[in-house]
């Protein structure tokens, strides 16, 4: 059961990245809420956005109108495209798998987890 990020980099203020997580293993995204997380250096982890299964994506109000979850159920796949990207966006970013169909936004409600990569954001 493995959740493998990547796509991270260093980007200037303004620019674009696309991350991505791929499901291996035992791991399916069928039926599960996946979602995207951060942690910048001293802060607690905290949500960006989640797809969950049953409703709609939901958004973090400060990447809102930037960032776009998607994924693909076939390939086992999720994406963040992340636009318009700002220095407070520096941080290591994190796929979850949750255990609920409906959306989640918070670290307890997600029992598998990617490696993390790193985003940093030159101003």
């Known amino acids: 059961v493995q959740l493998q990020a990547s796509g991270g980099g260093l980007v200037q203020a303004g620019g674009s990245l696309k991350l991505s997580c791929a499901a291996s293993?035992?791991?399916?995204?069928?039926?599960?809420?996946m979602a995207w997380f951060r942690q910048a250096p001293g802060k607690e982890r905290e949500f960006v956005a989640a797809?969950?299964?049953?409703?709609?994506?939901t958004y973090a109000d400060s990447i809102k109108g930037r960032f776009a979850i998607s994924r693909d159920n076939v390939k086992d796949t999720v994406s963040l495209q992340m636009n318009s990207l700002k220095a407070e966006d520096t941080a290591v970013y994190y796929c979850a798998r949750g255990n609920r169909a409906v959306v989640a936004t918070t670290v307890h409600e997600y029992n598998y987890w990617g490696q993390g990569t790193l985003v940093t954001v030159s101003s």
């Open positions: 797809s969950p299964w049953i409703g709609a994506r």
């Open positions: 293993g035992r791991t399916r995204l069928v039926g599960a809420t």
